[in-house]
C-alpha cells in the first residue's frame, strides 16, 4: 500500500532537512541522491515538493521572513524551516487547499519541532494565506 500525503510530506521534510544540513559541506551529492535515500519507490508528489522548494526557495524565504516579527527564517531549526517552506510552496504553487497545506504543516512542527517553531509557522501561514 502506498504512503498517504502526509507520510509524503514526511519524506520530503526529511530530504530538504538533509539538503540544508549538507549544503555547506564538502560531500559531493545531488538532489536525487536524497530523494532516493529516502525513498523505497519513484514518488512524484516528494520530488514536485522538493524540487519545488529548491527552486523557489529564495521568493519563499523572503516570503515567510515579510511575517516573521525580529526573526528570519534561517534562525528557527531546519526542520521548521523545510516544513514552513513545504508549507509556503504547496499554498503559492500548488492547487493544494490552503487548509490542508497550513494543517500538514502544524501536524509535522507538532511532531519534530518546539512550541515557540510550531507558533510562528501558524502565525506566517496564516497571514500568507489571509494577505
Known amino acids: ?27 559531493s551529492w545531488t538532489v536525487d541522491d536524497y530523494i532516493n535515500n529516502n525513498l523505497e519507490i519513484d ?5 514536485s515538493l522538493v524540487y519545488g522548494v529548491i527552486t523557489y526557495q529564495s521568493v519563499i524565504d523572503d516570503l515567510a521572513n515579510k511575517y516573521m516579527k525580529e526573526w528570519d527564517i534561517t534562525r528557527i531549526d531546519k526542520t521548521g524551516a523545510a516544513i514552513l517552506r513545504i508549507a509556503i510552496y504547496e ?9 490542508v497545506s497550513i494543517n500538514e504543516a502544524i501536524e509535522l512542527a507538532k511532531k519534530y519541532s ?12 496564516d497571514k500568507i494565506v489571509n494577505e
Do not use: C, H, W
Open 1 to 27: 500500500m502506498g504512503k498517504s500525503r502526509s507520510e509524503l510530506r514526511e519524506k520530503a521534510m526529511v530530504i530538504l532537512y538533509q539538503i540544508d544540513t549538507m549544503s555547506k559541506s564538502d560531500v
Open 43 to 47: 514518488n512524484e508528489f516528494v520530488k
Open 91 to 99: 499554498i503559492k504553487y500548488t492547487d493544494t487547499p490552503s487548509i
Open 114 to 125: 518546539d512550541d515557540n517553531v510550531r507558533k510562528i509557522i501558524n502565525a506566517v501561514l
